[in-house]
């Protein structure tokens, strides 16, 4: 029961976290997003008292090998993450005034979530092939996870750790062993 009620709040945090922000906010990180490449925004981020590089790493799901930003298109990597492990599924996207669609991808140990114009706007590493950039991975406890970032987490209840950075958001939740044993990285938008 725990483990369920752990996953449905960080399923919902995390969706908070991506529906948050206006619509001109929303309209000018898209933009800003489409016409960067990945070293624009890693160079780019506002990130105030905040580690940059942390927060670029924290937005990057390593897979086999390939690296996996949010806010890079998906027709940009899929060609270097091999087979789908099961079909993709069409899902709904809420947020302030609006809801859209968008689709999901598996992998073997990840999910890849991107939005209707196929930006990828969230993932969910629950396997030990994929990792996040910044040294996070599966098995770890909460512990070494904290010790990853300079800042402590946004939220921390038992089962789960939430940290928010400039333009993402990262979470973990744990099992009874205190493993992580699903990862959460998302877009977020600033207010």
Known sequence: ???IVTLLLS?????TICACGSEENKAKTEENIENTNNQDI???VVAGNFNTEELSDSACVLYNGVEIWLGAKYED?????GNEAKPSETITICGPG???SGRTYYYDGLSINVDSTEKII?????GNIAKIKSGIEIGQNPDEIK???SIEPE??????LIYSFAGSGLSCDFDDNNQAVRIYVSLSEEE
């Open 1 to 3: 029961m725990r483990r």
């Open 11 to 15: 399923l919902v945090l995390c969706l």
């Open 42 to 44: 890693q160079e780019s």
């Open 77 to 81: 990597v899929k060609g270097n993450l």
């Open 98 to 100: 609006q809801t859209t």
């Open 122 to 126: 969230e993932m969910l590493v629950d």
């Open 147 to 149: 010790a990853k970032y």
């Open 155 to 160: 939220f921390e209840f038992e089962g789960g």
